[in-house]
């Protein structure tokens, strides 16, 4: 919780004094605001979350995080509103819940693991297809949005189609033979 004199002090360094400045029209909302941006402060990064079999294959940084107690260690989960429902369906019911939801929940399969249609492409698919499709891959770990398709594909119908099955974790799309 950051105290009400923390706040207001952060409140009074802020530059903007005109009549609609956001400390004068929101003010609850720039608290909350405040708050959140010191509480990131100390909050691990998405890079601490990562398994250690993973992190060989990250950029190093120049000054390392602090490593999480195990305690402060939370899993990693899959990427995605269908992972998400996955495992929120699969997640074992509460210990004395009785309700139909429940027994359901506890009597569900176990979330399969994904396929390995994303770790490699078919070996018959021409080599810069297979290229934009590991591609596609890459920038969807790194964040980056689906519509921002990389301007080498773009003038390529089919490179373009391959770089989107790569970052949608759809399989490699098969083309029939020009000529």
Not at 93 to 100: E, H, K, M, Q, Y
Not at 162 to 172: H, M, N, P, R
Request: glycine fraction near 6%; include cysteine; aromatic fraction near 6%.
């Amino acid at each position: 919780m950051l105290p009400i004199a923390e706040a207001d002090k952060i409140r009074k360094m802020s530059r903007a004094t005109r009549d609609d400045a956001p400390w004068k029209l929101w003010p609850e909302e720039m608290y909350k605001k405040a708050a959140l941006r010191r509480l990131c402060k100390v909050l691990p990064s998405g890079r601490d979350m990562i398994p250690p079999s993973d992190a060989d294959e990250l950029p190093q940084l120049d000054a390392p995080s602090p490593p999480l107690s195990p305690a402060a260690a939370k899993p990693v989960r899959a990427a995605g509103a269908a992972a998400a429902l996955a495992t929120f369906a699969a997640s074992p019911a509460a210990p004395g819940d009785t309700s139909a939801a429940a027994e359901d929940a506890a009597s569900a399969p176990a979330v399969a693991e994904p396929s390995s249609k994303l770790d490699h492409a078919p070996a018959a698919a021409p080599p810069e297809h297979a290229e934009a499709f590991k591609r596609g891959i890459a920038d969807k770990a790194a964040g980056k949005q689906r519509r921002a398709i990389p301007g080498e594909f773009r003038d390529n119908t089919r490179l373009a189609l391959c770089w989107q099955a790569g970052f949608d974790g759809d399989a490699l799309p098969q083309f029939e033979q020009e000529g």
